[in-house]
């Protein structure tokens, strides 16, 4: 998890960054059909306002 900065260079306590990291196409698939992903999601749902997936290559 990563602590994001405002634009004043202070913490911004409001957000969070959250990276995970995958050999492959097949192992984010294989994640994203995980039965117990739907009830963390539906667990911090309260607390999230906004959520962007971004996908990047190493």
Avoid: I, S
């Amino acid at each position: 998890m990563l602590q994001p900065f405002g634009r004043d260079g202070a913490p911004d306590e409001g957000r969070v960054m959250l990276c995970e990291v995958y050999r492959d196409q097949a192992a984010v698939d294989a994640h994203a059909k995980n039965p117990r992903l739907a009830t963390v999601r539906d667990a911090y749902a309260p607390m999230v306002e906004d959520r962007r997936l971004t996908l990047c290559a190493m």
